[in-house]
């Protein structure tokens, strides 16, 4: 019966992957002009831009563009902005790749673009927390523990090899999973690791199915609710602070600089209105989950708020910050993993390029590598 079920939630994700969407849940159709910006033959005309097409994921780090949408703070500066939804990140990664995205909004997946050198990242949003492997209270995972930076880690290599773990492919609960096993001196091969989509992974596991589920917020903290036990924390497991990113196309960057500086502007804007103001924050951010198919409970968003910080001017200024720091960390895992040819791993800092929101915020900062 479980095998069953398995392949049923299977079957469903691929017809869902084949499925796309449109303005409201997946990439355009067409490949954008690549530089379709134009100067009005009237000197003293505003500057006419062509669209600039944002692909995204419902993550916190999307909740100030939406507010610069919904306040007219693209539009102020004369920016033709449209925004593309998508399930999870490969998708963008998939979207980019084509050119049917001018821009990528999302966590660690982006990694992909950085690597593939098609990609700049010029800014950073949101660090990006509350995320581990989960099981059961009555696990014999649970039988060996050990204490990482105060936080126990639980498993061994006999009592996790064999184990069916749901997930997603292509996201940060993949690299934890795969930074967990890799404590034990496992990786992927040695589990059965079942690729289901987000929330639908944790209703089967909380009906039975699955030994573990690499998950994320907000579902860490209704497993944790319900008494399941994190038995691999994401820091630890990986040592690394996750950030969310945004990415463009190496030709955007090259041919439409002066939008990606005006574009993040009002990012940046309305992101400072966001962070400064928690019942703003907890107003829109509700709103904006509840639109894109993720309804958060008021505790389930309270807590997120706690985890997750946004990437603010005085963040991006103080000493201790490092542009770029957690990508690096995460190409070297995925080389290692075999992932990322090892060939293409100095793409990933290569890619890095502060100086559009450095020009957008007229700051300097540190930057990682």
Known sequence: MKKKFLAALLALVMVISMAGCGN????????????????????????????????????????????????????ELGLNV????????????????????????????????????TCKMIAEGQVSSAMGVYVRPDSPIL???????????????????????????????????????????????????????????LTAFVSGEGDAIAASR??????????????????????????DVIVARNEIVETRREELVLFLQAYERALEEVAGDEDLRYELSMKYFADNGRNYSENDMRNE??????????????????????????????????????????NVAASFDPSIIQEALGITFNVAG
Not at 94 to 101: K, N, P
Not at 153 to 176: E, F, H, M, P, R
Not at 219 to 237: C, K
Not at 306 to 335: E, H, P, Q
């Open 24 to 75: 409201s849940g997946s990439a355009p159709s067409s490949t954008p002009d690549p530089n379709p910006s134009t100067t009005p033959a009237d000197a003293g005309a505003k500057k006419e831009y062509g669209v600039l097409k944002i692909g995204m994921m419902p993550f916190g780090i999307n909740v100030p563009a939406q507010r610069a949408m919904d306040e007219g703070y693209f539009e």
């Open 82 to 117: 449209e925004f593309y939804m998508f399930a999870n990140g490969a998708g963008i990664n998939e979207a980019l790749a084509a050119q049917e995205v001018d821009v990528g909004v999302s966590g660690l997946a982006m990694i992909f673009s950085l690597a593939s050198g």
């Open 143 to 201: 039988d060996h523990s050990q204490v990482v930076d105060g936080q126990t880690i639980y498993g061994s290599a006999d009592t996790i090899k064999g184990i069916t773990v749901l997930g997603q492919t292509g996201t940060s609960s993949q690299y934890n999973l795969d930074g967990w096993l890799g404590m034990f001196g496992l990786t992927e091969a040695d589990i059965e690791f079942v690729n289901v989509g987000l929330g639908t992974d």
């Open 218 to 243: 907000p579902y860490t903290f209704q497993l944790e609710s319900e008494g399941y036990v994190n038995a691999g924390n994401f820091e630890q497991t990986t040592d690394t602070v996750l950030t």
């Open 305 to 346: 708020m706690k985890v997750n910080d946004y990437v603010t001017t005085a963040y991006m200024t103080d000493s201790g910050y490092a542009y770029g720091n957690a990508m690096l960390r995460i190409g070297d895992f995925y080389t290692a993993c075999g992932q990322i040819e090892e060939a293409n791993l100095p």
